[in-house]
């Protein structure tokens, strides 16, 4: 098997649930690349060869080197025996789409690692929040957005069909390291002219959920409104 972890659900991230409920030793154990935020929503994570690395909404990237820092929603995967490679290729989210309609690839969980120099990024980071946590709509309508040009470093992120939005974004959810770790954050879009592409194919989600959680086990899904609350907040 192989298999992608992830710890909390997008849904929750939604709903306003951003205290860390998973700390990053423990998240670290389940992969070496990944994605995620940390607590109180406090900037975007990449997780690039067993590092993990914490954007922070003033565009500052620093290495999170207390792995007790605790992450509400993050992903991490080990490389999977079953991939696709492809060097020196053109991309952008477009692309990646075509990739994985070419390759049928639609209905499985995936993840790219994707290095090379981007021409043009732009990427979101949220900023820090402070209790009562407002939900993610709010959120994401004051988060700042950094655009960078000729940056070189990985994308890395996750594929899941639209079947399983709530749980993750439905579609892909990328994020960003530079190779001098100075630049990051999630990415709204970007592209580039070639970059050593690996899409990793994973046949199982691990996921884990905070059961010692009190916002989480009382909270309520509210469903009618999660698919547009999530494609207007992510993409
Ligand atoms: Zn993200």
Not at 182 to 197: E, I
């Given at each position: 098997?192989?298999?992608?972890?992830?710890?909390?659900?997008?849904?929750?991230?939604?709903?306003?649930?951003?205290?860390?409920?998973?700390?990053?030793?423990?998240?670290?154990?389940?992969?070496?690349?990944?994605?995620?935020?940390?607590?109180?929503?406090?900037?975007?994570?990449?997780?690039?060869?067993?590092?993990?690395?914490?954007?922070?909404?003033?565009?500052e990237?620093?290495?999170?080197?207390?792995?007790?820092?605790?992450?509400?929603?993050?992903?991490?995967?080990?490389a999977s025996?079953?991939?696709?490679?492809?060097?020196d290729?053109?991309?952008?989210?477009e692309l990646?789409?075509?990739?994985?309609?070419?390759?049928?690839?639609?209905?499985?969980?995936?993840?790219?690692?994707?290095h090379?120099?981007?021409?043009?990024?732009q990427?979101?980071?949220?900023?820090?929040?402070?209790?009562?946590?407002?939900?993610?709509?709010?959120?994401a309508a004051?988060?700042?957005?950094?655009?960078?040009?000729?940056?070189?470093?990985?994308?890395?992120?996750?594929?899941?069909?639209?079947?399983?939005?709530?749980?993750?974004?439905?579609?892909?959810?990328?994020?960003?390291?530079?190779?001098?770790?100075?630049?990051?954050?999630?990415?709204?879009?970007?592209?580039?002219?070639?970059?050593?592409?690996?899409?990793?194919?994973?046949?199982?989600?691990?996921l884990?959920?905070p059961?010692?959680?009190?916002?989480?086990?009382?909270?309520?899904v509210?469903?009618?409104?999660?698919?547009?609350?999530?494609?207007?907040?992510?993409?």
């Amino acid at each position: 098997m192989n298999k992608i972890f992830q710890h909390g659900t997008l849904e929750l991230i939604m709903a306003g649930l951003y205290d860390g409920t998973l700390s990053f030793s423990e998240l670290l154990e389940n992969g070496d690349d990944g994605i995620g935020t940390t607590h109180g929503l406090d900037g975007e994570v990449t997780i690039l060869d067993g590092h993990a690395y914490q954007t922070k909404s003033s565009g500052e990237t620093v290495e999170i080197t207390d792995l007790n820092t605790t992450t509400p929603f993050a992903s991490a995967h080990k490389a999977s025996t079953n991939n696709v490679k492809v060097n020196d290729t053109p991309l952008t989210f477009e692309l990646l789409e075509k990739l994985v309609n070419e390759q049928k690839l639609n209905n499985t969980f995936l993840s790219i690692k994707a290095h090379g120099t981007i021409k043009n990024l732009q990427v979101r980071v949220a900023p820090k929040q402070k209790k009562p946590y407002p939900d993610f709509g709010k959120v994401a309508a004051n988060q700042p957005v950094f655009n960078y040009e000729n940056v070189t470093g990985t994308l890395v992120g996750d594929f899941g069909n639209d079947l399983y939005t709530g749980v993750m974004a439905g579609g892909w959810h990328i994020h960003f390291i530079s190779d001098d770790r100075t630049v990051g954050g999630h990415v709204l879009s970007f592209d580039t002219d070639s970059v050593d592409l690996k899409i990793d194919i994973f046949d199982t989600l691990n996921l884990h959920l905070p059961t010692n959680n009190t916002d989480f086990t009382k909270h309520d899904v509210d469903f009618a409104g999660l698919h547009a609350a999530i494609s207007q907040a992510e993409k």
